[in-house]
Antibody, heavy 117, light 112 residues
């Protein structure tokens, strides 16, 4: 059975940092691109970042470039998102997605990040 | 960025009837590798998104065959045949060809 479980969401002050984790099982993690997608409260979906199966390629939406870093540990089937210089408009549920364009399409339940003083 | 425009934004449907959601892309999602990375997602109330369709017309595992995707170029359609109560939610189209990958605004499906 495929499992995708995000963690690390929390309440953080503006300017603060947070590291999100995504633990996976049940599929060949090291063969797939992985992504982070977010959804602000009551809003639509926004694709945040992608990372290639071997970590050699990464892409970020402009609004997080220079502040967020996506990474992965293929030995632990895990995906990460380091978020620095957090702003109020980063408040959202963050979803981890595996094989986003292929037959897999594995999504987690999300973790809530709230940026507020 | 590629703009994904969905219509309608609200779709009241009668149980057992069909419903169609349209998605227009500001640029074709046809990739240089020959694939068209146009996906459809369902988000039921209070739940995380679930992918229904990938590459225009391929149903994800476990998705009922009442759901079908079609289209080409810049215009795509998600059709729900014989709508059931469990189909209530917001539906999003999404393109995965041009970075940043982008979603439509969402179409809210509700039962009349």
């Amino acid at each position: 059975e495929v499992q995708v479980v995000e963690s690390g969401g929390d309440l953080v002050q503006p300017g603060g940092s947070l590291r999100l984790s995504c633990a996976t099982s049940g599929f060949s993690f090291n063969y797939y691109w992985m992504s982070w997608v977010r959804q602000a409260p009551g809003k639509g979906l926004e694709w945040v970042a992608n990372i290639k199966y071997d970590g050699s390629e990464k892409s970020y939406v402009d609004s997080v470039k220079g502040r967020f870093t996506i990474s992965r540990d293929n030995t632990k089937n895990s995906l990460f998102l380091q978020m620095n210089s957090l702003r109020a408009d980063d408040t959202a549920v963050y979803y981890c997605a595996g094989d986003p364009l292929g037959p897999g399409g594995y999504w987690g339940q999300g973790t809530l990040v709230t940026v507020s003083s | 960025d590629v703009v994904m425009t969905q219509s309608p934004l609200s779709l009241p449907v009668t149980l057992g009837q069909s419903a169609s959601i349209f998605c227009r892309c500001s640029q074709s999602p046809l990739n240089d590798d020959g694939n068209t990375y146009l996906n459809w997602f369902q988000q039921r109330p209070g739940q995380s998104p679930r992918r229904l369709i990938y590459k225009v017309s391929n149903r994800d595992s476990g998705v009922p065959d009442r759901f079908s995707g079609s289209g080409s170029g810049t215009d795509f359609t998600l059709k729900i045949s014989r709508v059931e109560a469990e189909d209530v939610g917001v539906y999003y189209c999404m393109q995965g060809t041009h970075w940043p990958w982008t979603f439509g605004q969402g179409t809210k499906v509700e039962i009349k």
